[in-house]
């Protein structure tokens, strides 16, 4: 496989969104060919995931389906960029289904084997942002079941701390301005890049 992908993660209200956008912007400005996308996915799978983050559902149908959204998300969109040698920036991947739902109580080992089929990330840059701030950030309106828990989003933390300290993710302090923390994440970019 010729290209590269790129995944930013964090708990809901981060700042993924701002910071991706600048950092898919500045890529192009370097002369890269870059495919911005997103897990969950507008696709028939990532609607029926939306709906049932609202209304709850069993842990292990979620992971299922968000295994299922990131399987058809990778055949439709992601390998295609990639073999055709360039670089594809996703908001969420495979480490929010570990993080998430471990946190939601499911063995690491079984929501691996269910996501074997995906893509491994070449570098994934975890915003990192007290759940209080997360959730001040997001104003309290309009929240689905994930993101009104404090305790859950704490335990989603926790687990992507644990996958920093094992060198899956990156940890980029997410305090500070939103100019601070592109150049941090920039920083670790253009070290993965080689530049
Ligand atoms: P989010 O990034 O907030 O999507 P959108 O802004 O388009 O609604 O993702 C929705 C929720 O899904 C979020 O709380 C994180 C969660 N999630 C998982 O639990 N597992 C996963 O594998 C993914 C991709 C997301």
Same mark, same amino acid.
């Given at each position: 496989?010729?290209?590269?992908?790129?995944?930013?993660?964090?708990?809901?209200?981060?700042?993924?969104?701002?910071?991706?956008?600048?950092?898919?912007?500045?890529?192009?400005?370097?002369?890269?060919?870059?495919?911005?996308?997103?897990?969950?996915?507008?696709?028939?799978?990532?609607?029926?995931?939306?709906?049932?983050?609202?209304?709850?559902?069993?842990?292990?149908?979620?992971?299922?389906?968000?295994?299922?959204?990131?399987?058809?998300?990778?055949?439709?969109?992601?390998?295609?960029?990639?073999?055709?040698?360039?670089?594809?920036?996703?908001?969420?991947?495979?480490?929010?289904?570990?993080?998430?739902?471990?946190?939601?109580?499911?063995?690491?080992?079984?929501?691996?084997?269910?996501?074997?089929?995906?893509?491994?990330?070449?570098?994934?840059?975890?915003?990192?942002?007290?759940?209080?701030?997360?959730?001040?950030?997001?104003?309290?309106?309009?929240?689905?079941?994930?993101?009104?828990?404090?305790?859950?989003?704490?335990?989603?933390?926790?687990?992507?701390?644990?996958?920093?300290?094992?060198?899956? *993710?990156?940890?980029?302090?997410?305090?500070?301005? *939103?100019?601070? *923390?592109?150049?941090?994440?920039?920083?670790?970019?253009?070290?993965?890049?080689?530049?």
């Amino acid at each position: 496989m010729r290209g590269r992908l790129l995944c930013v993660e964090g708990l809901d209200g981060c700042g993924k969104s701002t910071q991706t956008s600048l950092l898919v912007r500045w890529l192009r400005s370097l002369g890269y060919r870059v495919l911005r996308t997103a897990e969950p996915t507008r696709g028939p799978v990532g609607r029926l995931i939306r709906r049932g983050l609202r209304e709850g559902m069993p842990a292990e149908v979620e992971a299922l389906l968000f295994a299922a959204d990131r399987m058809e998300h990778a055949s439709r969109v992601v390998l295609p960029a990639l073999r055709r040698g360039g670089m594809v920036v996703s908001e969420r991947g495979l480490y929010s289904s570990i993080a998430y739902q471990c946190a939601r109580g499911l063995r690491e080992e079984w929501v691996r084997e269910i996501n074997r089929f995906s893509p491994l990330p070449g570098l994934t840059l975890f915003l990192d942002l007290p759940p209080e701030e997360c959730l001040r950030r997001m104003g309290g309106k309009d929240l689905d079941l994930f993101e009104r828990d404090l305790s859950f989003q704490r335990r989603v933390r926790r687990k992507y701390l644990e996958l920093a300290v094992r060198g899956e *993710v990156e940890r980029v302090e997410g305090r500070g301005s *939103v100019e601070e *923390v592109q150049g941090r994440m920039r920083e670790r970019v253009l070290r993965w890049l080689g530049r």
